[in-house]
């Protein structure tokens, strides 16, 4: 399984941005599919998770209610719709997908993406 994230980029504070993650390889629609972020020094934190169907999510309480994740199976793509952006939202965006788990560990993340840098500035 091979994963591209895009869509990243320099916004300021207040504003939006969509990244897109898209899955090529071994993909399977049945995977539930998450969104991490390292900033620079800190530890990889969870963000979101969507589940195989779309009809479950889970959002880190530091993005509830700005962030959505919504995915797309027929194009093996999964977005992350980033509104009301904010400077310690800065980081480097992964995408990741888990064949069992549906959660906030990263361990249970079995494949990658490169990440796409976001900066928000003030």
């Known amino acids: 399984v091979q994963l591209q994230a895009s869509g990243g980029g320099l916004v300021q504070a207040g504003g939006s941005l969509r990244l897109s993650c898209a899955g090529s390889g071994r993909t399977s629609s049945r995977y539930n599919m998450g969104w991490f972020r390292q900033a620079p020094e800190k530890e990889r934190e969870f963000v979101g998770v969507?589940?195989?169907?779309?009809?479950?999510?889970n959002y880190a309480d530091s993005v509830k209610g700005r962030f959505t994740i919504s995915r797309d199976n027929a194009k093996n793509t999964v977005y992350l719709q980033m509104n009301s952006l904010k400077p310690e939202d800065t980081a480097v965006y992964y995408c990741?997908?888990?064949?069992?788990?549906?959660?906030?560990?990263?361990?249970?993340?079995?494949?990658w993406g490169q990440g796409t840098q976001v900066t928000v500035s003030s």
């Open positions: 990741a997908v888990a064949t069992g788990r549906f959660g906030v560990d990263p361990q249970w993340y079995d494949y």
């Open positions: 969507i589940s195989w169907s779309g009809g479950s999510t």
